[in-house]
């Protein structure tokens, strides 16, 4: 992109709250139920039907408004956004809107090493929308079909101060609120599922210059990676349009991650008319700071906190802490690995070169369901650290322990793997291989070091990787220096 | 002559946000009524409401909530019964056409 | 004959064996078959399930075990309270088939209190109206001469009440629909508190506006009545968490001494001369019961009126958008696409007056509109509110008539306008969520009901029904019947 234009970006995401019911009425949120099972007269809107606001979803909404460093507002109410759609089942949505739950936040994220303060303009609460199928796509559908299971469930929004300058900036931004949210199990942060949701607004406008740009609302964006790509896309798009004199026109558009580019889907020029007013069938919350205190004793370590603990106390560098606080549940395993083992760099070293084989870091499902329990790793590395077994043999048993669920003292002794460090053991076939190798005896001898690590990998296979590699080269060295 | 309260094009573009289909013998009746009554509402207008503050709940109240406790939804049976045009399990409608 | 009978008289018969609940479902329900093609108060007669309902009630009166004072009795319910598996309509075309899956709490709370539902009835499309013309299906007669109007949008409520075509009714009241036609048809109709009644179940007309509230044939019926409905309820979040007082103990407590407020804008220059005198007798006779009475100002009401007309419609638009042809009721057929289906159906389902409130809220609501007429009418409101606030300082219930005048002709009030000027002592009662009754106070020289408005202070239905039952004690207007033959 030419350094002639500053792209501003905002992002506004929405939450799904991990609610046992939705946002206002007691119908369950469980995933993947038949269509319209999962509703009632209050969700699908029937004549007569009145909301009752979720205890649950609005200390979700405050525990979160903490963690990004928001002001609660005391005073916050509901109010109505008024448009037509039939997954819309009053044809308004019970949203916030002048006087939301939170505001004025911010999230700190790192990227390419400098630290950037992104600031939270809001944070409110909300019900979701049907779904709505349609016969083909959109564009040619006949008709289409509704289904009100996920209708009212509640979805927490947090919209950003238009403070990001890149799209990698918005891409950081975006996976810290996301790590935040799971990491106080508000939301399973899933975005390939719809419980996270990304949209953007982005502008662009000639460097230095003080006022912004004509900005562009770009949505189905359903991953990290399109999100990046989405925005790269758009910049591109606008700054073709504007070296080419022509008006970027305000408007919505939808990614298509098959054809990788957005595709217009409606002006906003002629903005929607959302006709707000406050819900008259909902009294006004008035969150008492007791409330917000007791929430507040409530907030774990937050992923930054985290990190910046792990670097310290266990001295990881910057790239293994993020990876090991990647979710909540892998921090958690690593710092339970560390509590039995009491060796932080060779329990980050195992996960995240083994363990982060077999499964993503960030998937808090996969890590809680994981066949080697932290306590196992740790004593697969006490093994290690203890010389039972050699790091190379431990290899293998790690894939064993994974496959089984076996603990590793089991498969060792089983397996008969426990290294061989005995010296008079050893120094037998040592002196087999000297005798079996003298060409390469001699090569050392005349001053090729690196013959040695030969010699050393031919004791290893006789002893089929059992040897301890340690006593091995330190045999192997007295003894060719005698020779 | 009195401006009018509200004109035929604020007529079509209110019908169209409230989804109402009106012939033209409709609109300039409706155009004509609602001018009368907009012109009556007018009187509130006059009323000095500086400081004062609206009220949107007649009796005040506050943080009223319940808790997450799942309570069963309806059958499916019930809640498509009343459905215009029922397809399977689900509720279907007409091509939806972005404006 | 017991359709004669009030509920406390009835039940008196029934806990004497004197009459079972089945008889007196019959009674109703053939009265209903002669009489009600000339009075149409009717929408739906639902004749199997009161009688297996009323025989339900036949053997608990047996064993010696009744429910309480409304088993066994024979009630209507306006059509704009759901009913499961009974059709509603809220009057509109736009629901025609709906049949909903559930009760409202109301009719939950009649129904575990033993009483049978004859059937649903008529109204003013969505309650939206003062004479019960614009219902989508018929108008309904006023039992004192078929050719007037019964008032709305409860006008089915009323008549029938006022023609025993039920022992008692439910209605609902936003603007005065309940008291106006109460006033209009001769009977006690109730307005509670705002908060008083669950709104759970009720088609929504104005949110922060309805409630639910009894017609009757006298003061005690309808403490009976608004006994067995009011409460706190968790399905709806505006119902108030105020106990619920025994409204029949004090009722016989009288009104010496008590402070009655008169306030000075009630008696306007298009008050109905013959509704000032009736008015103003009852006045006198209150007093002569020992009420002291004062004049008091309620200087905003004025603009109370055209404050409704704003903030009714204005939530009415919004309650209203969820009539679109999708999950229930009518869907035009034939439409190109999703939004001539919308627009079809809702152009086709809605009566002139509810599309005429839905543009006047939508305008109300848009953009550019909003501060300059739902914002101001809120601030009205608290003008309004203050204004009772400060006369109930110093008086216990405030003494008013119902409306301008009797019931007018059917077809005579064409002018919007001109019907809306009939809520105009109703309204600022709805804008202040007060409680409100109006009780038989005379009649005009032509033989038409005048209504008498009594208005409390918040959750002080007591002290209105104390208020409204020494007048009526000492008076025999609620005894008049209709003579409708048969």
């Known amino acids: ?483 | 002559m009195p401006e009018p309260k509200i004109t035929m094009r604020e007529v079509e573009q209110v019908a169209r946000l409230a989804r109402l289909a009106l012939s033209d013998a409709e609109k300039e009746r409706m155009r004509r009524e609602l001018d009368g009554i907009l012109s009556y509402i007018d009187k509130l207008r006059a009323l000095d409401t500086e400081g004062v503050p609206p009220t949107s709940h007649a009796v005040p109240m506050t943080n009223v909530m319940r808790e997450d406790e799942p309570v069963p939804s309806l059958p499916q049976a019930d809640m498509l019964a009343n459905a215009p045009d029922r397809s399977g399990d689900f509720f279907r409608v007409p091509k939806i056409i972005e404006e | 004959m017991l359709t004669d009978l009030t509920i406390h008289e009835l039940g008196a018969r029934f806990r004497q064996n004197d009459a079972t609940p089945t008889e007196a479902a019959r009674e109703y329900l053939d009265r209903i078959a002669a009489l009600d093609p000339k009075v149409k108060a009717y929408l739906t007669v639902t004749a199997e399930a009161a009688l297996a309902r009323a025989a339900e009630a036949d053997a608990r009166f047996k064993t010696g075990a009744p429910l309480g004072p409304l088993d066994g009795v024979p009630l209507g319910l306006k059509d704009v309270l759901c009913t499961r598996g009974v059709r509603t309509t809220a009057g509109s075309k736009i629901l025609e088939g709906f049949v909903p899956p559930y009760d409202a709490t109301v009719v939950a709370r009649l129904a575990r209190a033993g009483a049978v539902i004859l059937g649903k009835l008529n109204m003013d499309e969505f309650a939206m109206g003062s004479s019960t013309e614009n219902s989508g299906y018929f108008a309904t007669r006023n039992p004192w001469d078929l050719s007037r109007v019964p008032g709305g949008s409860s006008g089915g409520s009323a008549a029938a009440v006022a023609a025993d075509l039920a022992a008692a009714t439910l209605g609902t009241d936003t603007g005065g629909s309940i008291r106006q036609p109460a006033a209009f048809c001769g009977t006690v109709g109730l307005k509670p508190t705002y908060g008083r009644v669950s709104r759970y179940g009720l088609i929504a007309f104005a949110s922060s506006l309805d409630q639910i509230g009894p017609f009757a044939k006298d003061v005690e019926d309808a403490a009976l009545m608004l006994q067995a409905i009011a409460g706190h309820d968790p399905m709806d979040s505006t119902s108030a968490a105020v106990p619920v007082p025994d409204y029949a103990a004090g009722l016989g407590q009288g009104v010496e001494g008590l402070k009655v407020g008169i306030p000075a804008e009630y008696f306007i220059e298009g008050l109905d001369p013959e509704v000032e005198t009736a008015v103003r007798a009852a006045i006198e006779i209150l007093k002569g019961l020992g009420a002291k009475t004062e004049s008091v100002s309620l200087p905003h009401t004025e603009y109370g009126l055209a404050a409704y007309y704003v903030i009714g419609p204005a939530e009415a638009s919004s309650n209203l958008a969820r009539y679109d042809g999708v999950k229930y009721g009518l869907r035009v057929p034939g439409a190109r696409d999703l939004i001539d289906m919308y627009s079809r159906t809702r152009g086709a389902g809605f009566g002139a007056e509810v599309k005429r409130r839905v543009m006047l809220g939508t305008y109300a609501l848009s953009a550019g509109y909003y501060d300059a007429y739902y914002g101001k009418a809120q601030k009205v409101r608290t003008l309004v509110q203050r204004d009772f606030q400060k006369a109930f300082e110093r008086v216990d219930v405030i003494v008013a008539p119902t409306t301008p005048s009797a019931a007018f002709r059917t077809g005579e009030k064409e002018d919007p306008l001109s019907m809306y000027l009939n809520d105009v002592f109703t309204i600022p009662v709805n804008l202040a969520g007060l409680p409100g009754v109006s009780v038989p106070a005379g009649f005009t020289k032509g033989g038409l009901p005048v209504g008498l408005q009594v208005i409390g202070k918040a959750f002080d239905e007591a002290a209105v029904l104390r208020t409204a039952k020494a007048y009526e004690g000492a008076t025999e207007w609620h005894k008049k019947k209709p003579e409708l033959g048969a």
């Open chain 1, 1 to 483: 992109m030419s350094g002639e234009y500053e792209v501003v970006i905002g992002l506004e995401v929405h939450a799904q709250l991990l609610t046992r019911t939705k946002m206002f009425c007691g119908c369950p949120t469980a995933f993947g139920a038949p269509p319209n099972t999962q509703t009632c007269p209050v969700c699908q809107g029937m004549p007569g039907s009145l909301p009752v606001i979720n205890r649950r979803a609005v200390e979700f909404g405050i525990k979160t408004a903490l963690a990004i460093g928001c002001t609660v507002n005391a005073d916050n109410r509901f109010a109505r956004k008024h448009y037509y759609y039939p997954d819309m089942p009053k044809n308004y949505q019970i949203s916030q809107y002048e006087e939301p739950l939170a505001v004025h936040g911010h999230l700190d994220v790192e990227v390419g090493g400098a630290a950037r303060r992104i600031g939270i303009e809001r944070l409110h609460l909300e019900e979701d929308v049907g779904k709505l199928i349609h016969e083909g796509n959109l564009e040619t559908a006949q008709s289409s079909q509704v289904d009100f299971n996920r209708a009212g469930l509640p979805l927490m929004e947090i919209v950003s101060k238009p403070d990001m300058r890149a799209t990698e900036e918005a891409g950081a931004y975006l996976r810290a609120l996301r790590a935040i949210v799971v990491y106080l199990g508000v939301c399973d942060g899933n975005m390939e599922e719809g419980s996270l949701r990304c949209d953007a607004n982005i502008s662009l406008r000639k460097r230095g210059a003080a006022e912004l740009g004509t900005k562009v609302e770009i949505k189905n964006m359903n991953s990290f990676r399109n999100v990046q790509h989405a925005l790269e896309h758009e910049i591109k798009r606008q700054a073709r349009a504007l070296d080419a004199g022509e008006r970027i026109v305000q408007e919505t558009r939808l990614w298509d991650p098959d054809k990788g580019h957005t595709v217009s889907m409606r002006s906003k020029e002629f903005a929607h008319d959302y006709r707000y007013f406050p819900e008259p069938d909902l009294p006004p919350l008035d969150v008492e700071a007791r409330w917000v205190e007791a929430v507040r004793a409530t907030l774990p370590e937050l992923p930054a906190a985290r990190r910046a603990r792990f670097m310290e106390i266990h001295a990881l560098n910057a790239y293994d802490a993020d990876l090991l606080t990647g979710s909540r549940v892998l921090a958690d395993y690593f710092e339970a690995a560390v509590a039995q083992c009491g060796k932080p760099k060779a329990a980050a070293n195992w996960i995240i070169n083994e363990l982060l084989r077999e499964l993503p870091g960030d998937d808090e499902r996969a890590v809680a369901a994981c066949p080697v329990p932290p306590g196992n790793l740790a004593s697969l590395i006490t093994l290690i650290e203890d010389g039972t077994i050699s790091g190379k043999i431990a290899k293998d048993v790690f894939e064993k322990m994974y496959r089984s669920g076996e603990d590793a003292r089991s498969i060792v002794s089983r397996e008969g793997l426990t290294q061989v460090a005995d010296v008079s053991a050893l120094g037998s076939v040592v002196d087999q291989v000297l005798t079996e190798h003298a060409k390469v005896v001699q090569d050392y001898k005349a001053g090729k070091k690196a013959a040695l690590g030969f010699l050393v990998g031919q004791v290893m296979k006789l002893t089929a990787g059992k040897a301890s590699p340690g006593v091995v080269n330190s045999l192997l060295v007295e003894k060719l220096s005698k020779l």
